[in-house]
C-alpha cells in the first residue's frame, strides 16, 4: 500500500519531544476505550536508540493528515545479535510499548480519593448517580488526574470540559482498576475514551461520542477498498444474569436480568449466578446483571483487510470509535464499532487491519479459553475487593 507514511517520535518522561526515531519496522494495536500497544526495530548500534531507554516513549504521526494517531511510554528493550554463516554479525534493537491510555490501568478507584489507601475506613465505596461524562471525568481526576492524591498524580494528565454527555449511570466502585471503572461508565452511557499527546506536553483525556460513519464509510469488494475479511459468530455464554445482594440464606436481595433477544436468536437460556454482598441497592444489583449480559453475550467480530483510498483512510476518515459498514457478500452489511486497528510500517508497504465488532469483539485466532479464563479472573478480582 506504499510506502512509510508513519513518522515516529521519541519523548523523555517529561513528555518533551527529543527527535524522530528512523525505524525499521513499526507494529501498533489501537484499541478503542483500553490500552494499546507498539513496537519498534532499528539498527542495534543507532544513536536514536539512546533515545528510548527507561521513562521515554514515543508518539506516532501520520504523516498524511499530521496528526498524532497514538503516544504512550516504552516498557521494554532487547538488544539481539543474531551471528549468521557468513558476514559480520547482525545486532538490532526492539522497544516496545504501551499506548498512553494505559496509565488509567495503573490507578485503582478508592472508596475515598481524598484519603491514603491505609487510611480507606469511612467509605465502603465511590458510588456516582449521573452523566457518564461527569463520572468518567471524576473517576480519573480523583485518582490519577490533578484532583488526586500528589503520589497518584500521573504526570501531565490533563482533564478537558466537561459537557455533560452520555446517559445517566450509576456505578459503585471499589478497589476496581480506573480503566474498567472508566470503560463501565462509558459503554453505559454511549461515549468512548482515549489519551493521545497531541502537540502539547501532556496527556489529555479525552471523552467523545462515537461518530456513526455507516453511511460514508463503507468497505466492499465491489468497491475495491477490501481485500479480505473474516467474520464470526459467538453465541452466548449467558442470557440470563441472577445477582444476590446483602444478606445470607433467605435474607438475600435477588435481582435478574434477562437477555430475552439473544435466547429467542440462539434458542437457549443459560444462568448465571453474581454475589454482590457489598450492596442490597437495587440500582446497582440491576446495572451488575446488565455488565454481565453484555460481557458474556452473543458478540460479533470482523476483521479486514481494507485498501485505502481516497475516500476511506484510516486516521482521515474512520478512527477508533467510529461505527462503519462492511459488505460480506450478497449485498448483507454489517454495521457496527472500528474496536481496534492494526497498523504496521516497514520501508517497502504499510498495512492496516482494523476489527469491527460488539462491546466484547476481540481477534477470531484468540483462543475461547483465553477469554474465559480473562472473564474468570476479572470476577475472582472483584470478590476480591468486596467488603
Known amino acids: 500500500m506504499g510506502a512509510v507514511s508513519y513518522t515516529v517520535f521519541a519523548r523523555n518522561s517529561l513528555l518533551k519531544r527529543k527527535g524522530t526515531i528512523p525505524y525499521t519496522t513499526l507494529d501498533a494495536n489501537l484499541v478503542f476505550c483500553g490500552a494499546g500497544s507498539w513496537s519498534l526495530t532499528l539498527p542495534g548500534r543507532s544513536e536514536k536508540g539512546a533515545l528510548l531507554g527507561p521513562g521515554s516513549g514515543i508518539l506516532i504521526r501520520d504523516d498524511l493528515t499530521g496528526g498524532i494517531i497514538a503516544s ?10 543474531a551471528e549468521p554463516d557468513r558476514g559480520p554479525a547482525r545486532e538490532t534493537l526492539t522497544v516496545s510499548g504501551v499506548t498512553d491510555d494505559w496509565w488509567l490501568y495503573t490507578r485503582a478507584v478508592y472508596p475515598d480519593p481524598a484519603a491514603a489507601s491505609t487510611a480507606q475506613t469511612t467509605t465502603a465505596a465511590y458510588t456516582a448517580n449521573t452523566n457518564a461524562e461527569t463520572i468518567m471525568r471524576n473517576l480519573v481526576n480523583l485518582n490519577a488526574g490533578p484532583g488526586a492524591l500528589t503520589a497518584r498524580k500521573v504526570f501531565g494528565l490533563v482533564l478537558e470540559t466537561n459537557l455533560s454527555r452520555g446517559a ?3 456505578t459503585s466502585n471499589r478497589f476496581d482498576r480506573l480503566a474498567d471503572a472508566v470503560t463501565a461508565a462509558a459503554t453505559a452511557g454511549g461515549l468512548g475514551w482515549n489519551i493521545t499527546q497531541q502537540a502539547a506536553e501532556e496527556l489529555p483525556f479525552h471523552i467523545f461520542e462515537p461518530d456513526d460513519k455507516s453511511g460514508s464509510v463503507r468497505f466492499s469488494r465491489k468497491i475495491g477498498n477490501l481485500r479480505s475479511f473474516n467474520y464470526e459468530l459467538l453465541g452466548p455464554e ?43 441497592d437495587t440500582g446497582t444489583l440491576d446495572q451488575a446483571g446488565g455488565n454481565t449480559l453484555a460481557e458474556r453475550g452473543p458478540t460479533s467480530s470482523l476483521s479486514m483487510s481494507p485498501i485505502d483510498t481516497p475516500k476511506c483512510r484510516f486516521a482521515q476518515h474512520y478512527y477508533l470509535g467510529d461505527i462503519v459498514s462492511v459488505d460480506i457478500g450478497d449485498d448483507e452489511w454489517i454495521t457496527d464499532v472500528v474496536r481496534q486497528v492494526k497498523v504496521s510500517a516497514n520501508a517497502d508497504r504499510t498495512t492496516v487491519a482494523p476489527l469491527i465488532g460488539s462491546d466484547s469483539a476481540t481477534p477470531s485466532n484468540q483462543p475461547q479459553h483465553y477469554k474465559t ?9 472483584g470478590l476480591e475487593r468486596r467488603v
Open 72 to 81: 504512550g511510554p516504552a516498557r521494554r528493550r532487547l538488544f539481539t545479535v
Open 168 to 170: 445517566t449511570v450509576k
Open 238 to 280: 449467558a442470557t440470563v444474569a441472577i445477582v444476590a445482594g446483602q444478606g445470607t440464606g433467605t435474607a438475600r436481595t435477588f435481582r435478574e436480568a434477562v437477555n430475552t433477544a439473544a435466547e429467542s436468536e440462539w434458542a437457549c437460556r443459560i444462568e448465571d449466578f453474581g454475589d454482590r454482598r457489598d450492596t442490597n
Open 373 to 381: 479464563l480473562a472473564a474468570a479472573l476479572r470476577r475472582i478480582a
